[in-house]
């Protein structure tokens, strides 16, 4: 089978299942199966298939049938300037969470040296992309899955950051290792309640470890909170990110701590997503 008989097939098969983006994750698993850019799959619809890799096209359409997220698919997803390793075992990076890069880079963009926490490591996409930005940045990820600081790892590797970040499997009542002068989290935030309310690529497949905020959404939010006072230098900052309806709350909890709140920033779709708070 030609190539673009096979991508017309899946895409027929994607959109009775409702998937809008149809084509182009036709396009991407192609590209995926012959390890080629989509500019090379779109350039060459003539070039046959062997029945391998038609086979394993198969596969892959079928399993973005289910619902399961293009990025687990491909093993990879762009975030900020570079990809990132991920598979199931780590939330899929979300634009929405490149606010908290923009913002650390503003607030230090005349600092040579930081040091930096990030609490919930996941994938690093959080933590790699400031430490890659800003060299002098010292960093330290803790997440209390094994799984995740595997993927981290390979992503400190592949961004040759070996050198300025150091991982420890922990959760965080019980972490105690240094001082920072900025931690970042963007911890379980979703009620427990809620969970069936979410698409069905979110809830089906990614981690619920890293979605379930507990029955209120803010049980995860609370230990941040509370560790960070004590791990936070005097002025240090921690930059959160919250649910769109959890702004008076967590502001309430970091106030409670000793923190006085910088500023709440809103996301593209104009929601409350970043809470920016100074360690008073």
Known sequence: ????????????????KN???YLLDSEILMSK???????????????????????????LIDERAKGKPIAYLTGKKYFWKDEFNVNENVLIP???????????????????????????????????????EKRGFIGVGIDIDKNCLKVCK?????????????????????????????????????????FK??????????PKLALDGGLDGLSEIRKVINKSSELIKNNGKLILEVAFDQKSKVKNLLKEKGFYINRVL?????????????KI
């Open 94 to 132: 979300r634009p929405e969470t490149e606010l908290i890069i923009e913002q650390i880079l503003k607030i230090y963009k005349n600092k040579k040296s930081l040091r930096v926490l990030e609490i919930g490591v996941g994938s690093g996409c959080v933590l790699l992309s400031v430490m890659k």
């Open 19 to 21: 998937i809008k983006s």
């Open 154 to 194: 390979n992503n400190i590797n592949k961004l040759n950051l070996s050198n300025k970040i150091s991982l420890y499997k922990s959760d965080i009542d019980n972490f105690n290792y240094g001082k920072y002068d900025l931690i970042i989290s963007n911890p379980p935030y979703i009620k427990s309640i809620d």
């Open 1 to 16: 089978m030609i190539i673009r008989t096979a991508i017309k097939e899946a895409c027929l098969e994607l959109n009775k």
């Open 33 to 59: 199966v012959l390890n080629k850019k989509r500019d090379y799959i779109i350039l060459n619809l003539e070039k046959y298939l062997n029945q391998k890799e038609f086979d394993y096209f198969r596969y």
């Open 197 to 206: 309310y979410l698409e069905k690529d979110v809830s089906k497949f990614e």
């Open 266 to 278: 809103k996301d593209l779709s104009n929601n409350d997503r970043c809470i920016i708070s100074s």
